[in-house]
């Protein structure tokens, strides 16, 4: 999806119910990312409308996408989302740095914020692993019964 108008190179904003509608999500749910801080709109209406530009849609498709499909909490989701805006500073800041040992704080900080990813992403895993197992095991127990049954017995296999 596009947010430019045919015309011309100027941003076309869309309004929050436009932005709900587009992304499956419901204005309540915009609201509340707001005000947890994991975005903003990009502009308001004269008639104080949260109006949202194409980062900000993306930006939301990106957190819907985290929450729904990688069932991120927003907790989470806020910190990746705050370490990938860092990332961005600092690699400007990196850029304009001459003192060595400003431009290495920098890559200590970035390297400390990976780690962090890293450890999120690592829990995730972990998680979902051990979710698998469980169903894993169940369907072991499951297999049992069912074999039990079909060779006459009373399926109570444990």
Excluded: C, N, W
Excluded at 33 to 41: A, C, H, I, N
């Amino acid at each position: 999806m596009t947010l430019e108008t045919p015309s011309s190179a100027e941003p076309r904003f869309l309004r929050i119910q436009e932005v709900a509608s587009e992304l499956g999500l419901t204005t309540r749910s915009i609201r509340y990312y707001e005000e947890l801080g994991l975005l903003s709109p990009a502009a308001r209406s004269d008639g104080s409308y949260r109006l949202y530009d194409a980062a900000g849609v993306e930006r939301l498709r990106f957190i819907k996408g985290l929450r729904d499909d990688a069932g991120f909490s927003l907790a989470e989701i806020g910190q990746l989302l705050e370490d990938e805006a860092a990332r961005v500073q600092t690699r400007e800041a990196y850029a304009h740095a001459v003192d060595p040992a400003e431009r290495r704080a920098l890559v200590a900080d970035s390297l400390s914020r990976v780690e962090r990813q890293s450890r999120i992403l690592r829990d995730k895993i972990a998680r979902l692993e051990a979710m698998v197992s469980a169903v894993e095991a169940r369907r072991s127990r499951l297999e049992a019964r069912l074999a039990d049954l079909d060779a006459g017995g009373p399926g109570e296999v444990r």
